[in-house]
């Protein structure tokens, strides 16, 4: 019996090893980034926009490119009273409330008295094409992250601020 385990053993190696070769060539996200990046609040700089969003919002991008393919990590600071029309978007959405509180209304009838309400420290997500309306009350910062190109598709399209401009 004693002269089996070495063998056994011996086999398990033989077998392991070209295995934990393969993996190790496995390329990972963290493999993309050659540096590291770290922000303390007062380093975050925040910019007017974006411009798919209704006016008052300000936004900083922490990570990637929202309009790229690709992970992504932004910021959003949104006013006392600021709202997002009803729209959806393309992928699945992310969204951690920093500060403040959001509220957001999903479905058909996006109503606001069935409407979820967000408090700081929350996460949520939901899936691609899923109809929502939102809003902040007080002001709120939202972290949102997720796979680009990242877009809103407003479902009126007269309620999407690329076209006032038009």
Do not use: C
């Amino acid at each position: 019996m004693k002269m089996k385990r070495p063998l056994t053993l011996s086999i398990i190696i033989a077998l392991t090893l070209p295995l934990t070769s393969l993996l190790a060539q496995v390329p990972t996200d963290d493999t993309k980034h050659n540096q590291h990046q770290l922000f303390s609040a007062s380093e975050i700089q925040w910019k007017e926009g974006p411009p798919s969003l209704p006016a008052g919002a300000k936004f900083a991008l922490l990570e990637g490119e929202p309009s790229k393919d690709g992970f992504f990590v932004m910021r959003l600071r949104l006013p006392a009273g600021y709202h997002i029309p009803p729209h959806t978007h393309p992928k699945t959405e992310r969204v951690t409330v920093i500060s403040g509180t959001f509220s957001i209304a999903m479905g058909e009838e996006l109503a606001h008295d069935k409407a979820y309400t967000l408090a700081t420290g929350a996460f949520g997500f939901w899936p691609a094409g899923m109809k929502h309306a939102a809003w902040a009350e007080t002001e709120t910062v939202l972290q949102v992250h997720g796979v680009g190109p990242w877009t809103i598709n407003y479902l009126n399209p007269a309620d999407d601020p690329r076209n006032a401009k038009k």
